[in-house]
């Protein structure tokens, strides 16, 4: 003001005067735009969503899928007549969002049903760059999968570490929400340990507001720090899109399953031979605990690694391996991702009193012997017959199949089956022989539901 102030004292300038003071309150306004959020004087996430965004990639699914036919296509002599193929197929393509955790070799994070049953898979960077992906290896039982891009100057998230988190924290999701684009929304954490959302046994996840819908499976979970602290993967709608309520498997989880498919090409999971519950009000006040946190051991098989480190029944397991454990649902998930061989130690609660306890991840119990027998509708799976009254059929209260191979790549793999895997249902009905199990399968018209032991947890794989 002060130089107008002078041209004011100025008669020749008195005219001018109201279009001087315009032009004096319209300068800043004209002034260059500046992009730092000192000089916009705003709090802005946008140096955190410059850092990661990078390393969030949109991922492009092709797979082939049946055709409806007129069912006179299905009769073989028809098919011949008019030159037909066996089994008519379209191309279906659809879209999820990965993480690069590894720049130098290309290895991105991802979830199992974004790329299940995938022919093709192509990746698109940020920078719009696209590039075929080769699958490592995926996990059902935690819905992660591993892909590998070959591409130069690649950015890869920092992986940090989902354990520390509190409810409460600010989070960022990063992802390709109904396919639009690379998105990204905030929120905080709104639960962590959330289990029971669908069939499989390895569930520990991370809730939060911060909007996820169909698309961003796959995507980052972050924090302020920048790191990846989730994989984003499921959301309960009523219509299909975000109420605020999305879920995450945690990156403590999703780092193990990467290193056992990076190292094996699978998870491969052991045994310990227990059963496990939440921790109820009664056992609470028994046992005079300060909390409900916590896994009660329901059932210990004879036998086995458990029983003979010296685990019991009523058992209350507080901590693995010095970190807490709050539910039945997280022991599973930590004891599932742990390598056969490897020491665990478990904090027990027994009788009023504190224990610990040491044992090692077995391997998967072994069949009784027996003819290896191969499944028609899975081409690649072998299993064997559970012997009627051996000490696996008496576990089962009956019988059923171990998985005895899996071709890599097959069918069968893809789907989910590994070795060891003891199966005992499909479509809710029990399977004792291999005959059974063909029947109910032969009978199914739109997809199978086979219920399965794993280690020391039941779930299911469902082919549609």
Do not use: C
Not at 37 to 57: D, S
Not at 191 to 209: C, M, N, P, W
Not at 378 to 385: I, K, M, Q, S, T
């Amino acid at each position: 003001m002060t130089a107008i102030t002078v041209l004011l004292k100025n008669p020749f300038t008195a005219f001018w005067a109201p279009f001087l003071l315009l032009l004096g309150a319209l300068l800043p306004l004209a002034a260059p735009a500046q992009t730092t959020a000192e000089t916009r004087g705003m709090p802005t996430l946008a140096p955190l969503v410059n850092q990661v965004t990078p390393a969030v990639v949109n991922i492009s699914v092709i797979t082939r899928a049946p055709v409806e036919d007129n069912p006179l296509f299905r009769d073989p002599f028809f098919r011949r007549f008019f030159n037909l193929p066996d089994k008519q197929q379209r191309q279906e393509q659809s879209a999820g969002s990965g993480v690069i955790v590894d720049a130098a070799r290309g290895f991105i994070l991802t979830n199992n049903h974004v790329i299940k049953d995938a022919d093709q898979v192509i990746v698109t960077l940020k920078d719009r760059r696209r590039f075929p992906a080769k699958l490592v290896g995926t996990d059902p039982g935690t819905d992660i999968a591993v892909l590998q891009i070959s591409a130069p100057n690649l950015s890869a998230l920092r992986i940090g570490d989902s354990d520390i988190l509190q409810v409460g924290d600010y989070v960022l999701a990063i992802g390709n929400p109904f396919g639009i684009g690379q998105t990204v929304t905030s929120g905080i954490v709104s639960a962590i340990g959330r289990s029971g959302l669908s069939v499989e046994g390895y569930e520990d996840f991370i809730q939060t507001d911060a909007s996820i819908n169909p698309g961003n499976s796959g995507g980052a979970l972050v924090n302020l720090r920048g790191e990846l602290i989730g994989i984003n993967t499921a959301i309960i709608g009523p219509a299909g899109g975000n109420v605020g309520i999305g879920f995450a498997v945690p990156s403590v989880m999703a780092r193990a399953v990467m290193e056992q498919i990076v190292r094996y090409g699978e998870v491969r999971r052991g045994r310990l031979g227990i059963e496990m519950t939440d921790v109820s009000a009664n056992a609470q006040r028994k046992l005079r605990l300060p909390t409900l946190d916590g896994a009660m051991i329901s059932k210990v098989h004879a036998g086995s690694p458990g029983e003979r480190a010296g685990l019991r029944t009523g058992d209350v397991v507080t901590a693995l391996n010095g970190r807490p454990i709050r539910s039945s649902g997280e022991l599973r998930a930590r004891l599932g991702l742990t390598p056969v061989g490897d020491e665990v130690e478990f904090s027990i609660a027994r009788e009023g009193g504190a224990q610990r306890i040491r044992t090692r991840i077995a391997a998967p119990q072994p069949s009784d012997g027996g003819e290896t027998l191969a499944v028609t509708q899975f081409p690649g799976l072998r299993v064997v017959e559970i012997e009627r009254g051996s000490p696996l059929a008496q576990r089962l209260n009956g019988g059923g199949l171990v998985v005895a191979a899996v071709d890599g790549g097959s069918r069968a793999f893809q789907t989910g089956f590994r070795p060891g895997d003891i199966i005992f249902a499909a479509n809710r009905r029990r399977v004792q022989t291999l005959a059974e199990f063909q029947g109910v399968l032969g009978a199914a018209e739109r997809g199978y539901a086979v219920s399965l032991l794993r280690g020391d947890v039941s779930l299911t794989i469902i082919v549609r």
